[in-house]
């Protein structure tokens, strides 16, 4: 079993920067493919980057090089960097773990969830 706890939400103006963290407990983190995923009202949850355990990352296409991915394992830690935020970026973010060698973008893949923390971005 692995819990997820997010943190960082917020509300900031456009243009600005968030870094949410997702503190993972049970099973070592290390082990796990961590993403992170988005659901706005109104909107299906939506893939926004993954991390596996070789380093290889993926974005989806709207927030590449904009935010960046990275995980500390021995603080059991993966972090989302958010920069130059749009109002399309507000959403409810929640960080996601599967037990699993290879990224996927697909949220059913992911068996582990955290509660969220709500991003707002006002223009």
């Known amino acids: 079993q692995v819990q997820l706890v997010e943190s960082g939400g917020g509300l900031v103006q456009a243009g600005n920067s968030l870094r949410l963290s997702c503190a993972a407990s049970?099973?070592?983190?290390?082990?796990?493919?961590t993403g992170w995923f988005r659901q706005a009202p109104g909107k299906e949850r939506e893939f926004v980057a993954a991390l596996n355990l070789s380093g290889d990352i993926s974005y989806s296409d709207s927030v590449k090089g904009r935010f960046t991915i990275s995980r500390d394992n021995a603080k059991n830690t993966v972090y989302l960097q958010m920069n130059s935020l749009k109002p399309e970026d507000t959403a409810v973010y929640y960080c996601?773990?599967?037990?699993?060698?290879?990224?996927?973008?697909?949220?059913?893949?992911?068996?582990?969830w955290g509660q969220g923390t709500q991003v707002t971005v006002s223009s």
């Open positions: 996601a773990a599967r037990f699993h060698m290879s990224i996927d973008s697909r949220s059913d893949e992911y068996g582990y």
């Open positions: 049970g099973r070592t983190f290390s082990n796990y493919v």
